[in-house]
């Protein structure tokens, strides 16, 4: 089918009570493995695209291969644009076409996030698109974003609800201890404050950085109100090792195809065990 917002699947997963899971991609295998385990379990997905991935392709690029392989699978996937660093970089993604935006103006201070939003929740929604924003910081590295240690914030329960009100975006990513990149140690999520936060605000909530949560703590998460989950750094090193044990075994080897390929099977083989945390099995 045609790609779908993030709006309904987040508000049905909502409802539900489970989440979307949200993987980023690197190349065309990633997008045909994480495509592939959602037609097999029947969930919905969300493929997404960091502003570090679109140097290396442009949004076109990824709408092109994206809305392609959807086209031929029978569950909704959506295309959102992860930690969207711009206005600028929020209006080409919608123009290729890119069915749901993050804006992340959470290293700005208060009111200038509440601005860069607010503009771009205007642009997108002109267009029927869904606008994620993110108060309280992640930390670690996702490509070229990085909050150090000493930036890292929770999030304020009461402020996370004056800035969904102000700016009207239809999602919102929490800071509550979770980081990007693989975790130093067992991640402490503040569980507290998200149960604060998804008593005060009404829009779907996101966990990012949950490469090397564990399962349990994700699944808590879902339980207390998260719709959405993003991984990337997991799927990025599933790929990678696949590739490296191919090569190492088989050095002379020259053909793409073949190294590819098993990344592509070691990608699909973690997207579906995530999706099983994640209780959306059998959602679309
Ligand atoms: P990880 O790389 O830690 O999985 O984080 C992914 C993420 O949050 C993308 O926005």
């Not at 930690?83 to 103006?105: C, P, Q, V, W």
């Not at 698109?129 to 910081?137: A, H, I, Y």
């Not at 719709?227 to 050095?251: I, M, Q």
């Not at 990344?263 to 065990?273: C, E, Y």
């Amino acid at each position: 089918m045609s790609l779908v917002t993030t709006k309904e699947m987040l508000l049905k997963a909502q409802k539900e009570g489970y989440a979307v899971g949200a993987f980023n991609v690197e190349n065309m295998e990633m997008v045909q493995a994480i495509i592939a385990a959602a037609e097999e379990v029947k969930a919905p997905v969300i493929i997404q695209t960091t502003p570090g991935t679109l140097k290396y392709a442009d949004t076109d690029m990824f709408y092109g291969m994206v809305s392609a392989v959807a086209k031929k699978s029978s569950v909704p996937v959506a295309l959102h644009l992860d930690h969207g660093n711009s206005y600028e970089l929020a209006a080409r993604a919608l123009r290729s076409g890119y069915t749901s935006i993050m804006i992340d103006g959470s290293k700005l201070p208060f009111e200038e996030n509440v601005a860069v939003t607010v503009k771009t929740v205007e642009m997108a929604h002109a267009m029927g698109v869904p606008v994620e924003g993110e108060l309280g910081t992640v930390g670690g590295k996702e490509d070229t974003h990085e909050v150090k240690d000493t930036e890292k914030s929770y999030t304020d329960p009461e402020e996370a609800k004056e800035y969904a009100e102000r700016t009207g975006v239809d999602i919102l990513a929490v800071g509550i201890g979770n980081s990007h990149g693989f975790y130093k140690g067992v991640p402490e999520l503040r569980f507290d404050i998200l149960e604060k936060t998804r008593n005060l605000v009404s829009v779907p909530i996101v966990l990012h950085g949950a490469s090397g949560i564990p399962d349990e703590d994700v699944k808590k998460a879902t339980g207390l109100g998260i719709c959405k989950v993003n991984f990337a750094t997991e799927l990025r090193d599933a790929f990678s090792k696949g590739v490296k044990e191919y090569l190492s075994e088989d050095p002379d080897v020259y053909d793409p195809k073949k190294y590819n390929k098993v990344g592509r099977d070691r990608v699909k083989a973690l997207v579906l065990h995530k999706m099983e945390v994640l209780n959306c099995v059998g959602k679309a």
